[in-house]
């Protein structure tokens, strides 16, 4: 059992949650435009002096040894002021989403590429995985995928304090589809879903402890198998999914063709070579734009 929290850890998370929920009340108060410009302006200013932001210049260096140092400021700001507008975005989530299927060609503040595999997800009539990555507004996922009728699990890590996860939780809850906490019962749960013909998506790019190491940049990252292990198990359709910001509280959603998995007999060799093939697809979107990425994550700990 968990020793209960300490009278000044008590004292601490009811300050980050006033903080937090006055934070919300601003934003929700401001047009989404604004609020989005606000929270990055807020974020990249103060962000990069903060002591977290050592964790995200040493993970640029790891992941990019040849990268001026000017150049990795400039990537960090840019973490920054997306992590600020993803979260001043965040009481807006009701309202970003805006892609119409049916007239794919209008301007609004989400295009997805890839939409036919969000369709064929949604009516092949078979259970289905989506995996992401903490990259641009990675929340309008299952945002999108609700307003388009395709009922997706989501598995989440709540954060520390018991205040802002339930204030999170509420609003995931008013515009997402089931929530299931990560652990043993979330990967129960996720199961159930599957075994009903369901879809479960899953963030598969943090540091997991009791996971098994794989290449990311060139070194090896400790990365949770149980995606990997569900796709296996119920060889679905498996898709990759990201979220990158154009500009603002602008979006481009990808979806991926369903991906070509290995299947031998083997099949711990098979979970290893799927975290493997995952994992580098997430590479290659953090090349690509690694300014959208979260580096202030300790990915690398060996």
Not at 54 to 61: A, E, P, Q, S
Not at 271 to 277: D, K, P, S
Request: charged fraction near 25%.
């Amino acid at each position: 059992m968990r020793r209960p929290p300490s009278r000044f850890k008590r004292l601490l998370h009811h300050l980050e949650a006033a903080l937090l929920y006055l934070l919300f009340a601003l934003a929700r108060a401001l047009p989404v435009d604004r609020a989005s410009a606000f929270g990055g302006l807020i974020a990249r200013s103060i962000g990069p002096w903060l002591p977290v932001s050592k964790v995200g210049r040493d993970n640029l260096r790891r992941a990019f040894p040849e990268m001026p140092d000017a150049e990795i400021e400039r990537v960090l700001r840019g973490v920054w002021d997306n992590l600020g507008r993803f979260m001043a975005e965040y009481p807006h989530l009701h309202e970003l989403w805006d892609f119409d299927p049916d007239n794919p060609g209008k301007k609004g503040r989400v295009e997805v590429v890839g939409a036919e595999h969000f369709m064929n997800l949604r009516d092949d009539g078979v259970p289905g995985l989506i995996f992401s990555a903490h990259f641009g507004n990675w929340e309008l996922l299952p945002v999108g995928a609700r307003r388009h009728n395709l009922p997706v699990a989501v598995l989440y890590r709540p954060p520390n304090n018991p205040f802002a996860a339930r204030l999170v939780r509420e609003i995931r809850g008013a515009v997402m589809g089931e929530l299931l906490r990560n652990g043993i019962q979330g990967i129960i749960g996720a199961v159930k879903v599957l075994e009903q013909g369901g879809h479960v998506g899953m963030l598969v790019d943090q540091h997991f402890r009791r996971g098994i190491a794989v290449d990311f940049f060139g070194r090896p990252v400790r990365t949770a198998t149980a995606f990997a292990r569900l796709a296996r198990r119920f060889d679905c359709p498996v898709h990759g999914a990201r979220v990158e910001r154009l500009h603002g509280a602008r979006f481009r959603v990808t979806v991926s063709p369903p991906l070509e998995l290995p299947r031998t007999d083997d099949p711990q060799a098979d979970v290893a070579a799927i975290t493997q093939q995952i994992t580098t697809m997430i590479e290659g979107w953090v090349r690509e734009r690694p300014d959208q990425w979260l580096w202030l994550h300790r990915r690398w700990r060996e």
